[in-house]
Nanobody, 120 residues
Framework: QVQLVESGGGLVQAGGSLRLSCAASGSIFSIRTMGWYRQAPGKQRELVASINSGGGTTFADSVKGRFTISRDNAKNTVYLQMSSLKPEDTAVYYC??????????????WGQGTQVTVSS
């Protein structure tokens, strides 16, 4: 079994910054892509940013130039540095990992979500 634990959410004023972390643990052989998604009230969950095992990244247009994503493969951890935050960034942020476990089974895992609230 694999668990993802997120941290770093909270309340911040517009223009501020937050850093989210997501650590994967358990029976992990390797992790392919790791990413962050978010879901605002009444809206569908959307991709914010992702990073593959080689360091290649993808960003939603709405966060380009403001958010960066990085990972520490030795720690099975992915980070989302969010800057110049806007009220429309308010959402529950979820971590996702494409994991190959110790039995060589590949599947997606999700974290429990962390709330990010940006006040105007």
């Amino acid at each position: 079994q694999v668990q993802l634990v997120e941290s770093g959410g909270g309340l911040v004023q517009a223009g501020g910054s937050l850093r989210l972390s997501c650590a994967a643990s358990g029976s992990i052989f390797s992790i392919r892509t790791m990413g962050w998604y978010r879901q605002a009230p009444g809206k569908q969950r959307e991709l914010v940013a992702s990073i593959n095992s080689g360091g290649g990244t993808t960003f939603a247009d709405s966060v380009k130039g403001r958010f960066t994503i990085s990972r520490d493969n030795a720690k099975n951890t992915v980070y989302l540095q969010m800057s110049s935050l806007k009220p429309e960034d308010t959402a529950v942020y979820y971590c996702r990992a494409d994991v190959i476990d110790s039995t060589v089974v590949r599947r997606d895992y999700w974290g429990q979500g962390t709330q990010v609230t940006v006040s105007s």
